[in-house]
């Protein structure tokens, strides 16, 4: 069963254009929920961690936000070096290890 | 940077064989996490570590095993190797908080 759902799979925005990406979990005791963005060959890089409900994280272009069952990762109009994969993990109770969804893989063309 | 490094970079092997990858977390870190990351299975746990010993195990091989040596790097062993086990091996590290930091990674490929 999935615990980490992100959708879309792929977007394709132009530069300028704001859009949402959506992280969805279904895991209990949510510990901690963790956003990386991942370029092609290269290892996640950190952006944000949220651990409660209606606690939000802005870096530059990018706001996350959470809720009781979801996690938006938001972003203001995007430029093309924000094109990467954007991936959405969950640590629940007592447990470390890190729960990936698929991610969203985001193209900005110019 | 993330402070992590990984290596080698690339690995290309034939299948029965074995190999290590190798990683070093950044200074003072104690976790050492290793994930596996194929194009269908997306990043999966396999193992952590915490100062030298085992604390978590995910979806890892038996063929598969870890360990972290004194000065605290980590070496994952994959023996019998399969056509299957082709993908990209990440390491990541944490101290102190929930944040893993990842490193470059390791690309293997089986022939």
């Known amino acids: 069963e999935d615990q980490v759902t992100q959708s879309p799979e792929a977007l394709r925005l132009q530069e300028g254009e704001s859009s949402s990406l959506n992280c969805s979990y279904t895991?209990?005791?949510?510990?901690?929920l963790f956003w990386y963005r991942q370029d092609p060959g290269k290892g996640p890089e950190f952006l944000f961690t949220?651990?409660?409900a209606g606690e939000e994280k802005e870096k530059e272009r990018l706001k996350a936000t959470l809720t009781k069952k979801e996690s938006f990762l938001h972003i203001t109009a995007p430029k093309p070096e924000d094109s990467a994969t954007y991936l959405c993990?969950?640590?629940?109770?007592?447990?470390?290890?890190?729960?990936f969804g698929k991610g969203t893989k985001l193209t900005v063309n110019p | 940077d993330s402070g992590v490094t990984q290596t080698p970079k690339h690995l290309i092997t034939a299948t029965g064989q074995r190999v290590t990858l190798r990683c070093s977390p950044r200074?003072?870190?104690?976790?050492v996490y290793w994930y596996q990351q194929s194009l269908d299975q997306g990043l999966q746990f396999l193992i952590q570590?915490?100062?030298?010993?085992?604390?978590a195990k995910g979806n890892i091989l038996e063929r598969f095993s870890a360990q972290q040596f004194p000065d605290l790097h980590s070496e994952l062993n994959l023996s019998s190797l399969e056509l299957g086990d082709s993908a990209l091996y990440f390491c990541?590290?944490?101290?102190?908080?929930?944040?893993?930091?990842f490193g470059p990674g390791t690309r293997l490929t089986v022939l």
């Open positions: 990541a590290s944490s101290g102190g908080s929930d944040t893993q930091y």
């Open positions: 895991v209990s005791g949510l510990r901690g």
């Open positions: 949220l651990y409660s």
């Open positions: 993990a969950v640590t629940q109770g007592g447990s470390e290890k890190l729960v």
């Open positions: 200074s003072g870190d104690l976790s």
């Open positions: 570590y915490y100062n030298g010993e085992e604390r």
